[in-house]
């Protein structure tokens, strides 16, 4: 007869309790895991944030800026207190500009600064106005906020340019468009103006997507142009120049980044408390707010012109 040793049952280490009805509690590796792919993603959509608002959104933006500007000058015209030059406010609107060619009805704004084209094409504040005895400088761009000047470089000569200011009406007919290399006007005889247009363009097959290279318009006033008046700047910073950049922007480019990893990583521990929906439902409108404030301060960073 063989004897047969009764096995032993294996002992088992009690888990976690869990409740009726309740998901398994998630390990710690999943955690993490989970957290690397919320930052991960976040990350991702401010950048596609930052790509839309510059290159689509951005243009909302200009729109109610010329809008307001729009109403503004028009308002100023009737009661004849619109500048007529001298030391004017950064960003006030200064002149009505017609590019029947193009279809284009803009509102030309003071300063030429990466900033103060977010609100349309700017008058660079060392030249004359519009229409005045002189050269005058209109910046505008390309690719971003609207991009008011992305079909310029495609105006001919012949083709008429109409500016309306304080002083009244202008109409300047294109004379040429030059590029980097190509000989510089002489200045105009006295009595005459010349309007000046300044956007950039791309080149090469990723030419639709960045601009690079400085294009300029001339345009000649027909007819005895109008008096300058004294007090005009002797010249402007580098950042008013073609392709500018505002340094000075990065400071509150830092803070505000700040701002959305700190926002982004309290959303991520609020998660840990409470319903994930509940959490996106009262962050992402804050988020989006300050997402939308600090790429119109980077904007800044990048030349004036695109």
């Known amino acids: 007869m063989t004897l047969t040793r009764p096995s032993t049952p294996s002992l088992q280490l009690p888990g976690p309790p869990q409740e009726p009805g309740r998901p398994p509690i998630p390990s710690r590796d999943d955690s993490r895991f989970a957290i690397v792919v919320d930052v991960v993603a976040t990350i991702s959509l401010v950048c596609l944030w930052v790509a839309a608002q510059a290159l689509v959104l951005g243009g909302l933006s200009e729109s109610r800026a010329q809008s307001r500007s729009y109403d503004e000058l028009r308002t100023e015209l009737a009661a004849a207190t619109a500048p007529t030059g001298g030391v004017i406010t950064p960003g006030d609107p200064v002149a009505l500009l017609r590019i029947p060619a193009l279809h284009r009805d803009l509102v030309v704004v003071e300063g030429t600064a990466s900033g103060d084209l977010l609100a349309g ?36 000569a012949g083709e008429q340019i109409v500016a309306r200011t304080a002083q009244g009406r202008a109409v300047f007919t294109v004379d040429d468009v030059r590029r980097a290399g190509d000989p510089v006007p002489t200045p105009p005889a006295p009595g005459h103006a010349r309007l000046t247009l300044v956007t950039a363009e791309g080149a090469g097959p990723l030419g639709a997507l960045a601009a690079g290279h400085v294009v300029y318009v001339d345009a000649s006033m027909a007819g005895p142009a109008f008096v300058a008046p004294a007090g005009r700047l002797p010249g402007v910073p580098e950042s008013e120049r073609a392709m500018g950049r505002d340094i000075g922007a990065l400071p509150l480019v830092v803070v505000g980044l700040f701002g959305l990893i700190a926002l982004v990583v309290g959303a991520l521990l609020a998660r840990t408390r409470w319903p994930t929906p509940l959490v996106w439902l009262v962050a992402a409108p804050v988020v989006l707010a300050l997402a939308w404030s600090t790429t119109d301060v980077a904007v800044r960073l990048v030349p004036n012109l695109l």
């Open 121 to 156: 094409p700017g008058h660079r504040r060392d030249t004359a106005l519009p229409g005045q005895e002189g050269v005058s400088l209109v910046y505008g761009r390309a690719r971003t906020y609207g991009a008011p000047f992305a079909d310029v470089p495609s105006l001919q």
